[in-house]
């Protein structure tokens, strides 16, 4: 159905209800817990400069990362609101050792989807004015309906979502997602509390003249990698392309969906595999770069076909202008 501009969320969701083949209502009362918990962590971001909201919270999650403040702040809402709708049997996240086994109610695990999610993603950026986001993906349970989630039903390849979406805190505060249908932005008018839609039927530009990758770490980068920033950089044709790097993902991507460019996050002699998080950060942002018909990949392979072993394992990462990606993966494969 053709969206209609300044719908509001509640409207879309709505209106789009029968997008879903197991349609009961569950996947919209779930985007719309999300849509909840945005607007309650919003609140708190925006307020990012007081002291009690930023540095460091004084634990470490199990990347070995400094947890900040609004991580696990922005963490338990997610996890406490949709537990409190009755919608998930699990959710996975950044912040959490291992998956939360979610009961319901009547402790019968009824419900059919499990949540995974980045809550704060851009840590590095909070105390520094700087936007930032929160990831979610979702999955349909593969295990019986009745019974405890275990960890198969959490590492399921990204070709499996049944959604994924992201929330940019910057200039403005934007929802971003897709159920399979298309990718729509929705923008969060504060006064109101009311999130419209701003973007219908987002996509991506198939050619871009931005890059955006950490080139403090060159040196360590893979041959294919350093080949590909000099080709971005020569004086020929379209090029020299414009290089934008904000430090974080959902920032990076989000300006080049809207702009056009790539984003590279790869292994290095650092980092094996990288550093980005395969299930709750390359694959649900996979999903909604290839739904507004753009491209992701390891460099090699699509990322939404690697099949999971563990919850927090990493994956090398090329995202944005299909014809760009599709460049960088000539590099790599060339250069490998
Ligand atoms: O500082 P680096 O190494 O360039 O890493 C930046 C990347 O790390 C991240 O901040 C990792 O995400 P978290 O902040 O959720 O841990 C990405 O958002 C960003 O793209
Ligand atoms: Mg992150
Ligand atoms: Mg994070």
Known sequence: MMAKQYQTLGEFIIDNQADFPYSSG?????????????????????????????????????????????????????????????????????????????????????????????PLDGSSNIDVNVSVGTIFSVYRRVTPIGTPVTKEDFLQPGNKQVAAGYIIYGTSTMLVYTTGHGVNGFTLNPALGSWYLSHPDMKFPKNGSIYSINEGNYVHFPEGVKKYIKYCQEEEEDRPYTSRYIGSMVSDIHRNMIKGGIFIYPKSSKAFNGKLRLLYECNPMAYIIEQAGGKASDGFSRIMDIQPTELHQRAPFFAGSKNMVEKAEEFMKKFQ
């Open 26 to 118: 569950e996947l919209s009362r779930l985007i719309n817990s999300i849509r909840l918990a945005a607007k309650v962590v919003n609140h708190e971001v925006n307020k990012a400069g007081l002291v009690d909201i930023i540095g460091a919270y004084g634990e470490t999650n199990i990347q070995g990362e400094d947890q900040q403040k609004l991580d696990v702040y922005a963490n338990q809402k997610f996890i406490q609101t949709l537990t409190n709708r009755e919608i998930v049997c699990g959710i996975a996240s950044e912040e959490n050792d291992d998956f939360i086994t979610i009961a319901g109610c009547n402790n019968d695990h009824q419900n059919k989807y499990v949540v995974l999610m980045d």
